[in-house]
């Protein structure tokens, strides 16, 4: 039987993570989010804060001047996984595709279980339409954040991609879980044309046996 599944406009995979602030084991649950909405121009760095928390309030405001600070926090050894993963992701932006992947790698050099590297890398995969790659680096993510809702819909996106429709649906029915209603509304089309298509393939399985 031909291949029914059809995408809708909305499917297109969710966008790539950069790294925020890691928590350190004396820090508690008051930690402050640097990525918090500000409500004051915080740009006057405290003497305290490192060249990679530095980069993190400029990339968080688009600053050209991130990539600049996230080279210094490699330089001393600060960070580098999220550094070089968070660098990637402007390189990516920039579609500067070589640089970009070479900083994902390097990051899971640094740091092999590093998720957001393996998702962002899944992402630039995507992009390239390397499928098998994409699903392998969405798998990492998943087996090393199970937490990360995004990861489930790009994932979901490939397996459907492959005719893995079953995987497909579990992914996707995984994202819905992790996220609000709102949120969620965005796999609704797709799961659906997916659980069709399975429907639909269901006939010829048992004729064909």
Avoid: W
């Avoid at 994902?104 to 098998?132: A, W």
């Amino acid at each position: 039987m031909a291949q029914i599944l059809k995408f809708p406009v909305q499917a297109s995979k969710l966008g790539y993570k950069r790294v925020k602030k890691r928590a350190h084991p004396a820090e508690g649950q008051n930690q402050l989010d640097l990525f918090s909405p500000p409500t004051a121009q915080i740009l006057d760095f405290a003497p305290d804060l490192s060249h990679f928390e530095q980069a993190l309030l400029f990339d968080e405001r688009g600053d050209a001047k991130a990539a600049e600070l996230y080279s210094k926090a490699i330089a001393e050894n600060d960070c580098i996984a999220d550094a070089y993963c968070n660098l990637g992701i402007i390189e990516s932006q920039k579609g500067n595709t070589a640089k970009a992947f070479d900083c994902f790698t390097t990051s899971l050099k640094h740091d092999p279980r590093h998720s957001e590297s393996h998702y962002n890398l899944g992402n630039l995969y995507f992009e390239g339409n390397d499928l098998r790659c994409a699903l392998i680096h969405y798998q990492m993510a998943v087996a090393v954040a199970p937490a990360f809702p995004n990861v489930y819909f790009n994932l979901g996106l490939v397996q459907a991609l492959n005719n893995d429709l079953d995987a497909a649906v579990s992914s996707l029915t995984t994202y819905q879980e992790l996220v609000s209603e709102d949120e969620g509304r965005i796999a609704e089309e797709l799961l659906h044309n997916l659980k069709k298509s399975l429907a639909a393939a269901k006939p010829s399985r048992f004729s064909a046996t």
